[in-house]
């Protein structure tokens, strides 16, 4: 059996982060003076979760706008979030987001970068040689 590496566990951890996300928030009730509170929680409640770097959220606030309902709020939904997330776990750094494809009509998630920790200070190194 392939042993399970640090990058393997990474991966794994960003869908939970991003799956959990999506499956505590989505339907909350929303509108343009509640968008910054919704975002905060969600960022602050993943925040606690293992292996989270760092997260950024943001509500579409035209979204909500074209769907604020007769009692001035609308339902929280995937196609309104931008998500970006750092996961680590042992020598594995992954990036991580989820945005909504227009042309898919779907929130989809994604892994947009993978790095090992050697292979960062490689990098800054290389980075500062090159300015320096």
């Known amino acids: 059996m392939p042993e399970i590496t640090d990058r393997d566990t990474a991966l794994f951890e960003s869908g939970i982060k991003l799956g959990a996300l999506y499956h505590q928030f989505v339907g909350a009730p929303v509108n343009l003076s509640t968008a910054g509170s919704l975002e905060a929680a969600i960022r602050d409640s993943i925040s606690l979760q293992p292996c989270v770097q760092s997260i950024t959220v943001a509500i579409d606030r035209e979204m909500i706008r074209k769907r604020i ?45 993978i790095e090992q920790i050697g292979q960062i200070e490689q990098n800054r190194q290389i980075k500062q040689t090159e300015v320096g």
């Open 69 to 113: 309902n007769d009692f001035g709020y609308c339902e929280l939904e995937g196609r309104m979030l931008g998500v970006e997330a750092v996961i680590s776990y042992g020598t594995a750094v992954v990036h991580v987001g989820m945005r909504y494809d227009a042309e898919m009509d779907y929130p989809m998630m994604s892994v947009q970068q």
